[in-house]
């Protein structure tokens, strides 16, 4: 699969597609396993939006949660990274826990989840496109005032761009 998600990983989150939309489907379930919402993310370059959410019932706080049995050994360094987008969730959530917004906001109401579940340091790393660069600011505003000790990540690519080696070093700031 692009955007370095092995098929296996894949098969884990059950992840599919859909020939009707032409679109990767990436399911979002909640803590005892109901749907909560999909994200389909376009594959073609013409195809708009990018990625389109669909959420199941009046769900007001959704995010995608990475699988901490998938981390490849320990984590790279205390706390969560927070992304745009599911697949880029997934690969930084090999090295460490991590949550995607599904898309550039970070609600108030995802923002105290986080603060609960919270032991360390949390890493906004989101696309570096303009809208990923302007809810950076946003998330890292939002988490500050509640008292979280954050960071932004800023890199040109989107974070499922990079390869384990090149996640861990943007995480810990360490070369490869």
Known sequence: ??????????????????????????????????????????????????????KNGDMTCVAFYSDDALLLGE?????IVITEDILSAVRVGRLMPSVS???TNLSDKLCMRLIRALN?????????????VRGARKAYKTLRMQGVQAKIIKTEKDPKEYSNAEIRSIITGRPT
């Open 1 to 54: 699969m692009k955007s370095g998600v092995s098929v296996d990983v894949a098969k884990h989150y059950g992840f599919g597609w859909s020939e009707s939309m032409g679109r990767v489907v990436l399911p979002v379930y909640d803590e005892v396993g109901n749907l909560c919402t999909t994200q389909s993310r376009a594959v073609y370059p013409d195809q708009k939006p990018k990625y389109m959410n669909k």
């Open 120 to 132: 360390g340091i949390v890493c906004v790393w989101y696309d570096g496109d303009e809208a990923g």
């Open 101 to 103: 917004t599904l898309g």
């Open 75 to 79: 984590p790279v360094t205390q706390g």
